[in-house]
């Protein structure tokens, strides 16, 4: 099964900046769906980013700040987040989906407070 990895979380003020990556254990050109959730305490999981195929989609929350992208020969996907606000504050999971079944990493945890 492939294994998902986050990195690239940490505590920043509103208004900054931060990347996210999520590498695979294996190739993830055969995925469906490429996907980044987050999950605040006390909320449900929520979509933040998903590339399927050439189709890329964001959440309303987050759209036009956020850019979910890839790099297959990395085996990596990307979440470059800017203008960050505190309702942001998550912790942020990879998804991935294959005809084999889906993977999930473990998140990273994303803080943004003044």
């Known amino acids: 099964q492939v294994q998902l990895v986050e990195s690239g979380g940490g505590s920043v003020q509103p208004g900054g900046s931060l990347r996210l990556s999520c590498v695979a254990s294996e190739s993830i050109l055969s995925a469906y769906a490429l996907s980044w959730f987050r999950q605040a305490p006390g909320k449900q999981r929520e979509l933040v980013a998903v590339i399927s195929g050439t189709t890329v989609n964001y959440g309303e929350s987050v759209k036009g700040r956020f850019t979910i992208s890839r790099v297959n020969a990395e085996n990596t996907l990307y979440l470059q987040m800017n203008s960050l606000k505190p309702e942001d504050t998550a912790v942020y999971l990879c998804?991935?989906?294959?005809?084999?079944?889906?993977?999930w990493g473990r998140g990273t945890q994303v803080t943004v407070s003044s």
């Open positions: 998804h991935a989906g294959f005809a084999s079944g889906d993977a």
